[in-house]
């Protein structure tokens, strides 16, 4: 069957029909149909023949055209004589030809049998296929990360399949609240988590469970939010049970908390019922850490806060009576909390506390005591002062001895006296230790390293300048990893001494230097460079608010 002039005006039509029903532009129907029939025209006048198809898109009538691409006269000779030629045989079509002209020239229409329009339909479906899933793919891509509303087709496995209108989203058991179940044809309302590309078509992921699901239907629900009057800064969920969330708000004429609950509490109201009864305490956001975990921890009263920004990790004192209440159920209420502020949280009632100051503070008067021939009474003097080691009391000023009733000048000076040959004597040990151990002198010389740290380094295989150059600042000082979730805590060698991440940095960073693996040059560049950045990051923060 050939394509007549009867029926060119067809195939536009068709092209039309088919590109509307399908929700794709009608070009890529055409260009679809080119295809086929130049793959027909192939199996008819040879498959290494280079045969195009252009279709008018106006009159319908398709060109069928041969085309010849003329090669590089140094090729020895043609990969292909029915689709190149020689500069030679080029030239009785062309006056100069060059490497890469081609030749086109008209061949007639093809007669397609019974195969040949199978061959042809099933191209132009699977290019219709394709030019479907691209179309659904950049819809949804771009809806990521928004509310999407479905009926419910079918449940496979646990998992609920969901008809979003334009294709097919799945809601897997685990993005579903606790329990629930749907029928067909059940209104359901989702989170679009995620929009994956795959050869089967594009995939989309729904949740219910997502946090970003509850933040999202209060930007619905509340219009200050929706405006940016109020942001939306931490939300954490255990979901079907109990949530927590955070707000600010940026006018202080409007109660964050208070907009989001609502008259009467409607607004809320309207989101608990979607998230099947979740109970949601709403929290005002602060800066300040502890402030914002006082508020993060209600309904409990928090006593006492003690924030260690290095590690990430914060200690609350409550009341014995609060205990329970601060923990929650199955520790839900100090789980949400730690989720919302990002920190991990140790809760101790005061008793607990009043304890652990009790040895902290028998632990350091029988450090005195056995260090500086102290009796009991003198010891707990110096520990009641604040005095926490014994390089406290061996090189602080005079003053703040003599300050401790009963402390005259004479008796500051032995006290200093008797500290520091016991922490001379220490380090004479330590440095002897590590000596034994093979450390180098150009280690021992480093500024900044003392005698114990050397002992540690040198126990834990660090014996050179160049073994200590190698070292990462976190193997030093320590740090925190978070592995599936969970923070686990890398000790550091010398992270017993109270050195920073930043003092191993710049340790570490000296050692290069003096060994000249880093250029200084070059540090300072890069310095220069954070500083800039940082001053365009607050410009731009200023600007914002």
């Not at 006048?45 to 140094?74: C, L, N, S």
């Not at 219709?128 to 509310?147: L, N």
């Not at 914060?314 to 100090?334: F, M, T, Y």
Request: aromatic share 6%; proline share 4%.
């Amino acid at each position: 069957m050939a394509i007549t002039s009867a029926n060119q005006i067809e195939l536009l039509q068709i092209a039309e029909s088919v590109a509307r029903e399908k929700m794709i532009d009608p070009e890529l129907v055409i260009e679809a149909m080119e295809e086929s029939l130049a793959r027909a025209a192939k199996s008819r006048y040879g498959a290494e023949m280079d045969i195009r198809v252009d279709i008018d898109r106006k009159t319908g009538k398709a060109t069928f055209t041969r085309v010849r691409t003329v090669i590089d006269p140094d090729e020895e000779e043609l990969e292909n004589y029915q689709a190149q030629l020689t500069p030679e045989q080029a030239r009785q079509y062309l006056d100069d030809p060059k490497p890469g002209d081609t030749i086109v020239d008209e061949v007639p229409p093809v007669e397609m049998g019974r195969i040949a329009a199978q061959s042809a339909k099933q191209v132009i479906l699977q290019k219709v296929r394709e030019a479907e899933r691209d179309r659904q793919f950049e819809e949804f891509q771009d809806r990521a990360g928004t509310i999407i509303n479905g009926i419910v087709k079918r449940e496979e496995y646990g998992n609920v399949i969901v008809d979003v209108g334009r294709g097919e989203a799945i809601l897997r058991r685990n993005e579903k609240i606790g329990r629930e179940g749907y029928r067909p044809n059940d209104r359901i309302r989702c989170y679009i988590k995620d929009v994956r590309r795959e050869p089967r078509g594009p995939q989309i992921f729904l949740s219910r469970t997502a946090p970003e699901f509850m933040a999202e239907l209060f930007k619905m629900e509340v219009p200050e939010i929706y405006d940016g009057i109020i942001e939306i800064k931490a939300v954490a969920r255990d979901p079907g049970s109990r949530a927590k969330i955070a707000v600010i708000s940026y006018d202080n004429s409007i109660d964050p908390v208070g907009a989001c609950v609502g008259m009467r509490g409607s607004r809320v109201q309207a989101v608990v019922n979607e998230l099947q009864g979740e109970k949601i305490d709403i929290i005002p956001w602060n800066e300040d850490a502890p402030t914002f975990l006082v508020n993060a921890l209600q309904p409990a009263e928090v006593s006492k806060v003690v924030l260690d920004e290095e590690a990430e990790r914060i200690e609350v004192v409550v009341p014995d009576e609060q205990l329970s209440l601060a923990i929650g159920r199955r520790g839900q209420n100090v789980r949400l909390a730690s989720q919302l502020t990002g920190l991990d949280i140790d809760i101790m009632t005061e008793e607990e506390e009043s304890q652990r100051r009790q040895a902290e503070f028998e632990e350091r008067t029988k450090l005195f005591m056995d260090t500086l021939d102290l009796d009991e009474f003198f010891a707990q003097l110096l520990v009641s002062e604040g005095f926490t080691n014994l390089e406290e009391v061996a090189y602080v000023e005079l003053d703040e001895l003599t300050v401790i009733e009963g402390v005259d000048e004479g008796t500051a000076e032995e006290l200093q006296a008797r500290a520091r040959d016991f922490i001379d004597e220490q380090n004479r040990k330590a440095l002897e230790h590590a000596r034994e151990l093979g450390v180098e002198d150009s280690l021992v010389a480093f500024e900044g390293l003392t005698p114990q740290m050397i002992e540690a380094l040198a126990e834990d295989g660090v014996k050179t300048l160049e073994d200590f150059a190698t070292c990462a600042d976190w193997e030093l000082a320590g740090g925190w990893t978070t592995v599936d979730g969970e923070r686990i805590k890398d000790d550091g060698v010398l992270e017993k001494f109270d050195v920073s991440l930043e003092e191993a940095q710049t340790m570490v960073m000296t050692a290069r230097i003096q060994l000249g693996w880093v250029d200084p040059a070059d540090l300072i560049s890069e310095e220069e460079i954070e500083k800039s950045d940082d001053a365009i990051e607050g410009a731009t923060e200023g600007a914002r608010a």
